[in-house]
């Protein structure tokens, strides 16, 4: 599996937009990028994922670069309920018995 | 939809005793999976199931079983806790056309004394 690198902590002002990176160079072409976070004490919460377009919901957009080397979270107008670890995961696709691999993250903190 | 729903919340218990913590799904996905996670870490594979009847290790297998005999359910026990299993226990579960989107539960805090 692709290894990725976040930065451990990043903060963002409430109402501002929070765009968090992901480094993954060593990443396959079938393997997938992939977004949770987990807000303190409650269990993960999936986010987002793309192979390599650009991808949107109602939570927020994901932009992978054309090597697809990296990629950034980005939560548009952040609130203070965005506070959490964002974790960002690379793995292929649907796969039996797939095992997610929860690494460190980055801890955002949003300010008032 | 209650989605995963895990019990019990909370959990105290002696060095040697015996527990199982139940993980319910109603959302009719074929994988399921436990988690643990220790203060300031990330999440930890215990086990993971592809289907009733079927389950395999993951992770940080020992000290733990798992069963599935239920598609909806999948239950985690530990035969003789020890202190070093205190941890916060998350399940989650996904579909096979999904693999990857887990849906997780809200965790059972266990304490080992």
């Known amino acids: 599996d692709a290894k990725t690198t976040q930065p451990p902590s990043m903060d963002c002002a409430e109402g501002r937009a929070a765009n968090l990176p992901c480094n993954h160079s060593t990443i396959s072409g079938n393997e997938y990028v992939y977004w949770y976070r987990q807000i303190h004490s409650q269990g993960p919460q999936y986010i987002i994922h793309?192979?390599?377009n650009n991808e949107t919901n109602e939570m927020a957009s994901l932009i992978i670069t054309e090597d697809r080397k990296s990629s950034t979270l980005i939560l548009p107008h952040a609130t203070l309920r965005d506070t959490a670890v964002y974790y960002c995961?690379?793995?292929?696709?649907?796969?039996?018995?797939?095992?997610?691999?929860f690494g460190g993250g980055t801890r955002l903190m949003v300010k008032p | 939809n209650a989605g995963v729903t895990q019990t019990p919340k909370f959990r105290v218990l002696k060095t040697g005793q015996s527990m199982t913590l139940l993980c319910a799904q109603d959302?009719?996905?074929?994988?399921m999976y436990w988690y643990r996670q220790d203060p300031g870490m990330g999440l930890r594979l215990i086990h993971y199931s592809v289907g009733e009847g079927t389950t395999a290790k993951g992770e940080v297998p020992d000290g733990y079983n798992v069963s599935r005999l239920k598609k909806q359910n999948f239950l985690l026990g530990l035969e003789s806790a020890a202190p070093s299993q205190t941890s916060v226990y998350f399940c989650?579960?996904?579909?096979?056309?999904?693999?990857?989107?887990?849906?997780f539960g809200a965790g059972s805090r266990l304490t080992v004394l």
């Open positions: 959302m009719n996905h074929e994988y």
């Open positions: 793309g192979l390599k």
């Open positions: 989650a579960s996904s579909k096979i056309s999904g693999a990857n989107v887990l849906t």
């Open positions: 995961i690379v793995r292929v696709g649907s796969n039996a018995g797939n095992m997610l691999t």
